[in-house]
């Protein structure tokens, strides 16, 4: 420690969630840098499941503070569902939540330009959650943070030059209705008197934390494959999810950040458009959805599957500076009769093994595989690396070898005890 970053290695729904509320045990603070309730990170306690979309998943340790920061976009309605969701489950979470008062606020018009863009424009296959509008505003200078909600005037006039701008643009572009000031104003108001206990200068908090040298986690959201600058541009998400993003998403220095963890599915997922270079639109593909139960955890929509792929892991662990890794979703391949690896792409009589980000490469490439005998047996009930079966060692050993980083952890079930540690 004292800041350890935790990212997705891939297109998303790693097990980010899992990891994170495992490794919460051992730390002060988890720190969510960027992202919103685009998000969807699972967390099984028990029998129990539950989805964060917004909210650290290390809100269910009792000693944990979470912090959103203020790289996150925010919407009030995601967020209150989620307190209302975690007071029911009586989890107290007064004190223990932070919000950066400078995180910018997702408005009904983002929502509402993000769906009616993805109707109009190439389709992303968005989340539909208006990411990708917030971040344009909050660029362009013009969104609304938290801290403006503090002054009824600020807000309404800040609010009023937003709407007539989108407005222009709903009725003019899309011939759509108009937007109400007086109606969002009011509905905003509602939302800063809920969340006022919360709110805070988390950057502020976060390096008297780091001063006193309490260990901090930093959540990412999403995968390193969908980051705005180092991702499948421009099949991507609106914001940084690699380990960069952690420093300008929270305010804490790049010389604080001690480690990288990547998190890696055993296979490969990607909801949405864009390349997957090893998707498998066959049985195969469809078996490692049904057994892996890959179903978009805040949109519900199918995820498309495929095998590993090292080249695009190699680039992920660069890109982030990956030195370990937590595997996760071993079990899923345990019926396999053989699992695959893509080592290298293929393109133009060429083998490529370093990652290109152009789209026309990215579909044009054939990916080289080098195969692996499945183990044939169940690791969901395994706690000790040793006990592994030799081929899913040789597996993980081919991970570790083939990625260039080293595996840390091991997931073999969603469930907290359902982990090895390696090292
Ligand atoms: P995140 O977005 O990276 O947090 O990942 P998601 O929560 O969207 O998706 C991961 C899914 O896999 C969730 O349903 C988890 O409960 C589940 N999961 C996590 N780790 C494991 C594992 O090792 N084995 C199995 N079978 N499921 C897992
Ligand atoms: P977690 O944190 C997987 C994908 C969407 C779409 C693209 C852009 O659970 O891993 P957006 O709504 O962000 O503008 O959509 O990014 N996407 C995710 N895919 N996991 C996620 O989050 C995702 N968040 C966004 O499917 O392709
Ligand atoms: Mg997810």
Not at 5 to 21: F, P
Not at 94 to 116: C, E, Q, V, W
Not at 346 to 364: C, E
Not at 368 to 394: C, D, H, Q, V
Request: charged share 25%.
């Amino acid at each position: 420690m004292p800041v350890q970053i935790i990212v997705g290695a891939q297109w998303g729904d790693e097990g980010k969630g899992k990891i994170v509320d495992h490794l919460s045990e051992h730390v002060d603070i988890v720190a969510r840098y960027q992202g919103g309730a685009n998000a969807g990170h699972t967390v099984v306690i028990g029998d129990k499941e539950y989805v964060l979309h917004l909210i650290p998943s290390g809100i269910f340790h009792e000693n944990v503070t979470c912090v959103i920061g203020n790289g996150v976009v925010i919407d009030p309605i995601a967020l209150l569902d989620e307190i209302r969701q975690l007071r029911e489950l009586n989890i107290d979470i007064t004190g223990r939540l932070l919000i950066s008062h400078n995180a910018h606020l997702i408005m009904p018009y983002h929502k509402f330009l993000d769906s009616i863009r993805e109707q109009t424009t190439e389709k992303i296959g968005t989340t539909g959650r208006g990411i990708g509008p917030a971040y344009i505003d909050k660029c362009m200078r013009v969104g609304i943070r938290i801290v403006d909600l503090l002054n009824r005037d600020v807000f309404a006039a800040k609010l009023k030059r937003n709407i007539e701008e989108k407005n222009q643009i709903l009725s003019k572009i899309y011939g759509k209705t108009e937007l109400d000031v007086d109606a969002i104003v009011t509905e905003y108001e509602e939302f800063d008197k809920k969340i006022d206990e919360y709110v805070t200068d988390s950057a502020l908090y976060l390096n008297r934390a780091l001063r006193d040298g309490r260990r901090i986690l930093a959540e990412g959201a999403q995968g390193a494959l969908l980051d705005v600058d180092h991702g499948t541009y421009p099949f991507v998400t609106s914001s940084n999810p690699t380990s960069g993003g952690a420093c300008t998403g929270l305010g804490i220095p790049p010389t604080a950040i001690t480690s990288v963890l990547g998190v890696v599915k055993a296979y490969s997922t990607r909801v949405g458009n864009g390349p997957f270079p090893t998707e498998l639109e066959n049985e195969t593909g469809a078996r490692l959805r049904e057994t892996g139960g890959e179903y978009g955890a805040t949109t519900g929509r199918p995820r498309r599957c495929g095998w590993l792929d090292a080249v695009s892991l190699r680039y992920s662990a660069m890109i982030n500076g990956i030195r370990q890794i937590a595997v996760t979703k071993l079990d899923v391949l345990d019926d396999f009769d053989e699992v695959k690896v893509c080592i290298g792409y293929q393109y133009g009589g060429k083998l490529l093994k370093t990652f290109p980000t152009d789209i026309p490469s990215l579909n044009a490439i054939v990916p080289l595989y080098e195969t692996f005998e499945g183990w044939k047996s169940p690791t969901s009930a395994i706690t000790s690396y040793p006990a592994l079966p030799p081929n899913a060692r040789r597996y993980i050993d081919a991970m570790n070898a083939l990625t260039g980083t080293e595996v840390h952890m091991i997931s073999v079930g969603a469930r907290r005890d359902q982990t090895i540690f390696v090292h």
